[in-house]
């Protein structure tokens, strides 16, 4: 019992994580943009109508909902559904962390990517955690 709690904590995680960069990206993507800051430079961050800022806010969102589907796959014990999900939530993060690095937004991005690889093994984790219970004999 302890196990299935941890897993499903894990993958709770990554789902509230996940929940912080939609937010930030609906934030920073579809609100702010590059807002005072932007200047007719070359960089498309010095650009508010730059489609990598309704991007970076779509990734954020995607990335939200990816962890949904693999909280919700861990939750029944899916597990191919749950790997499946938990790499699409990857690749999102990480596009997510390009576009975020390129952005300008912060000048710590390292952070963001041991956080990514952190997650992704709280993830492998989880789903390790919420494994089948042995069938016993009748």
């Known amino acids: 019992m302890a196990q299935r709690a941890g897993s499903l904590l894990l ?5 509230a994580a996940s929940a912080f960069g939609a937010l930030v990206g609906l934030f920073w993507g579809f609100g702010l943009t590059c807002d005072d800051s932007c200047s007719s430079g070359p960089l498309w961050r010095d650009d508010p109508n730059a489609w990598q800022w309704r991007a970076f806010g779509t990734v954020g969102i995607a990335g939200f ?13 899916w597990r191919w559904l ?3 999900t938990l790499a699409a939530w990857a690749a999102l993060a990480g596009a997510f ?7 300008g937004l912060t000048s710590n991005a390292g952070r963001g990517w041991t956080a990514i690889a952190v997650l992704l093994v709280a993830g492998v984790a989880a789903v390790a955690l919420g494994r089948p219970q042995a069938q016993t004999g009748t």
């Open 11 to 15: 993958a709770a995680g990554i789902a």
């Open 65 to 77: 909902a990816s962890a949904l589907v693999f909280l919700t796959a861990v939750a029944l014990r």
């Open 82 to 84: 749950a790997f499946a």
């Open 97 to 103: 962390m390009v576009l975020f690095d390129d952005s």
